[in-house]
C-alpha cells in the first residue's frame, strides 16, 4: 500500500484550498453587489419593491444553506438546466451572502441619524444623490466590522458545497482520508487550514471595530 507523508496530504489539501479560497472571493463579492442592490430597494419609497425585497432577505435567512445549495444544482437539473457542481456553488452562496449582507447594511443605514435624511432632502438632493453622498459614506464606517466579520461565515459555508460533488477543502478531507486512512492528520490539517483563512478575517473586524469607533469614544 502507498505510503502518505504528512506533506503529501498538506499538499493535496492546499490544492484543494485554492478553490475554497476562489469561491469564497466569488461568493462575497457577488453577494456584496446583489446585497447592494436588494439594501437600495429595501429602504426605497415603493412599498411593493420593500416587501419583495423582504421577502428575499427572509427566504434566504429562515432556510438552511444546505438546502439552497441541494435547490440550486438539483432543482434547476430536474427543470433541464445542466448546472455544473461549481456554478450551483456560486449561485447559491452568492444569493445566500447578498440576503445576510443586505440586512447588516441595512441596520447601519438607519442608524444614520434622521436629521441627515432631512438635511440633505433640503438641499434638493435626490434620493440616490443622498444615499452616495451623505448616507452611505457615514453608514460605512459601521458596516465595515460587521461585514468583515460576516466573510467569515462565507468561508466556512463553502465546506457545505462538498454535498453536492464541489472539491474544496472539506471534500478534499474526505477524499484525502478514504485514500490514507489518517482521519485524525487529515482532519487536523483541514481544520489547521481553515484556522489560518478565518483569524485574519476575525482579527481584522476586531481591529477595524476599535480604529473606526475610536473618534466617537474621544466625545
Not at 416587501?51 to 444553506?65: K, N
Not at 444623490?129 to 448616507?135: P, Y
Amino acid at each position: 500500500m502507498m505510503e502518505f507523508t504528512t506533506w503529501d496530504i498538506l499538499r493535496n489539501l492546499l490544492l484543494a484550498a485554492r478553490w475554497t479560497v476562489l469561491l469564497s472571493l466569488v461568493s462575497f463579492v457577488g453577494g456584496a453587489i446583489v446585497g447592494l442592490a436588494v439594501l437600495f430597494v429595501r429602504i426605497g419609497h415603493r412599498r411593493w419593491a420593500r416587501r419583495c425585497a423582504e421577502g428575499y432577505v427572509e427566504l434566504f435567512q429562515g432556510t438552511p444553506l444546505l438546502m439552497q445549495l441541494f435547490l440550486a444544482f438539483f432543482g434547476l437539473g430536474l427543470l433541464g438546466f445542466d448546472v455544473p457542481a461549481w456554478l450551483a456553488a456560486g449561485l447559491a452562496l452568492i444569493l445566500w451572502s447578498a440576503a445576510f449582507l443586505a440586512e447588516i447594511w441595512r441596520g447601519c443605514v438607519e442608524a444614520i441619524q434622521r436629521g441627515q435624511w432631512e438635511a440633505s432632502a433640503s438641499l434638493g438632493m435626490g434620493y440616490l444623490q443622498q444615499m452616495r453622498w451623505v448616507i452611505l459614506p457615514q453608514a460605512l464606517r459601521i458596516a465595515v466590522p460587521p461585514t468583515v466579520g460576516f466573510s467569515m461565515q462565507v468561508v466556512k459555508g463553502t465546506a457545505l458545497t462538498s454535498i453536492i460533488g464541489f472539491v474544496e477543502l472539506s471534500k478534499a478531507g474526505t477524499m484525502v482520508t478514504n485514500a490514507t486512512f489518517q482521519p485524525f492528520t487529515v482532519y487536523g490539517l483541514v481544520a489547521l487550514i481553515y484556522f489560518v483563512l478565518c483569524w485574519p478575517l476575525s482579527k481584522s473586524s476586531q481591529i477595524l471595530e476599535r480604529k473606526l469607533n475610536a473618534p466617537h469614544r474621544h466625545h
